[in-house]
């Protein structure tokens, strides 16, 4: 009997379908993967991919051409596009890859030719680790050769196999593994982690792009911190910027610990410190807390006392940010992002709602919200001394709240005045009248009212000031008042 639901999770009809047809046309068919580890993990899976014993032509003869994309046919790999009853819905496609073989890995990455098999077993034997081994199919239940199951019980990431050989066939494999667990919570079995080591090194031949993917999983994931400091050499070997931080000490008496141990603790406090909302956490404040400090090494200093002081780290540490960021290939979008909240992190917040409104007006109420993070993590991982310096946070963000709560005026589009209203009142449009409206709006912040009449008052007074001509202009038009009057 055919079972739809697999630990709790429907399975798409449409991959049960695909699973179908194939068996029907004398085949094998597995679920395989991340799908099926999810399921026993107890969560609801991304994508649904199937392994099979069909050859791809065999698949385009199954399903015809016009189901079958050539997504990967150098690996076996096809993707069917089921039939849709909707045609105006997007149709969801699934990958089905021909058990293989592969052959030796000249590159560290690619293997110099695969095989094809009808034998899952020796599909499953290729696979990165024992929790991805594992496969399963609706009628026969799980094939689990390599004990992933017994992997996921333990909360283990082990190779599938020799560990050395795993690694040296694609040297990415040991960032998946702090990867997984980072996102997982598990630890690296021993043999496994001391390969990493072994063969580290060949993950000079990755490139960048691959590398930023993974270092991506790794920092975002809930147990990044532990990780990264757990295997500090290999994290470094993936972001080589960053090794500086570790050994550099602080001799302060708002610091304990080194640099990196700093930045570990700052990490760490993102799931301990709750005084301000969690969800203000995103994956910008996790890398922006991982290199807020990139630049105190090249920033310090130590007094005759023997103090160590970092003057203008913030600006160094943006710096830095930016060329690790470049070289992990993350778009500009997100670089600009990280950059702005690391050249930021250590912004005076005064609490005033003049300061929310300028807050506000520079950074926006999403990226203000990540700096307050930031600085509640990065206090906490402070020594107790540096505490008292949080309340001036504290005390800010009743005042944001308020700015917030009143719809103050913080940006331009808040103004109860726009560049047409200056026209209709005799204000020229162009640079001048984008002056005025920000000088308005600067005032307005600091707490002149936001009204109408009164904003175009005080803009006539902005323009004649900044226009002589049109000071000039109103003079000559008074001369010849005052010269008709007289007659």
Known sequence: MCIKNFGGYKIPQEVLTIVSRIESAGFEAYLVGGCVRDVLLGKKPKDWDICTSAEPNDIYRIFGQEHVRPTGLQH???????????ASVPAAGYEVTTYRVDGKYIDGRHPDGVSFTKNLKEDLARRDFTINAIA???????????????????????????????????????????RFSSQ????????????????????????????????????????????????????????????AIDGCQQNNQYHCGTVFEHTMKAMKNIYRCHEFPDEWVDEHVKFALLFHDIGKPVSKMTDVLGHDHFYGHPARSAELTTSALIQLRYSNKFRETVVELVENHAVEFTPSKSCARRLLNRFGEAQLKRLLKIRECDNRA???????????????????EEVIEEKSAFSLRHLAVNGRDLMENGIESGPRMGAILKKLLNEVMEGRPNEKEELLQRAKELYKDENPEANSTDSTQLLIEVLKADG
């Open 184 to 243: 997982l919570g598990f630890s690296i079995e021993e043999e496994t982690k001391g390969a990493m080591y072994r063969v580290m090194d060949k993950m000079k031949l990755l490139s960048n792009e691959r590398i930023g993917k993974e270092v991506f999983g790794i920092v975002t994931g809930p147990n990044a911190a532990a990780v990264i400091e757990e295997n500090k050499m290999v994290f470094f070997a993936a972001v080589p910027l960053l090794q």
């Open 382 to 400: 402070h020594s107790r001394l540096a505490y008292p310096k949080f309340q001036n946070s504290l005390e800010f963000y009743k005042c944001l």
């Open 136 to 178: 399963y199919n609706p009628k026969t239940g799980v094939v689990d050769p390599f004990f992933g199951r017994e992997d996921l019980k333990r909360k283990v990431i082990r190779c599938v196999g020799n560990p050395v050989t795993r690694f040296e066939e694609d040297s990415l494999r040991i960032l998946r593994a702090l």
């Open 76 to 86: 076996g790999t096809v993707t069917v596009v089921p039939e849709q009853e909707d």
